[in-house]
């Protein structure tokens, strides 16, 4: 099964930038979707962004178009998650995960079957 670690989170302020990281054991173009998921305490996951590998179409959250950028590298077995112009309200627990088939709506989490260990994301004034 493959394994999913992210990297790239830290502490920024309001109105900066960071790029998060989720590199795959196996090839991510073997995967039908990627996504990214943030979960900030006492609140839900949330879908934040995905990508299918074949066509390469991404979706977003409202909170976050025009914000961030989801790519992935296939050379790279790797996702990213450019985020920029982030706000206070963006701190979470980014979270990457993958969907063998694709199938279900990108934003909900049962969608997808394999989860990271998340990496931190923290934005002050």
């Known amino acids: 099964q493959v394994q999913l670690v992210e990297s790239g989170g830290g502490s920024v302020q309001a109105g900066g930038s960071l790029r998060l990281s989720c590199a795959a054991s196996?090839?991510?173009?073997?995967?039908?979707?990627m996504g990214w998921f943030r979960q900030a305490p006492g609140k839900e996951r949330e879908g934040v962004a995905s990508i299918y590998a074949g066509s390469g179409a991404t979706f977003y959250a409202d909170s976050v178009k025009g914000r961030f950028t989801i790519s992935q590298d296939d050379a790279e077995n790797t996702v990213y998650l450019q985020m920029s112009s982030l706000k206070p309200e963006d701190t979470a627990m980014y979270y990457c995960?993958?969907?063998?088939?694709?199938?279900?709506?990108?934003?909900?989490?049962?969608?997808?079957?394999?989860w990271g260990q998340g990496t931190q994301v923290t934005v002050s004034l």
């Open positions: 196996t090839s991510t173009s073997s995967r039908k979707l």
């Open positions: 995960a993958a969907s063998l088939y694709g199938l279900g709506l990108w934003y909900q989490t049962n969608t997808y079957s394999t």
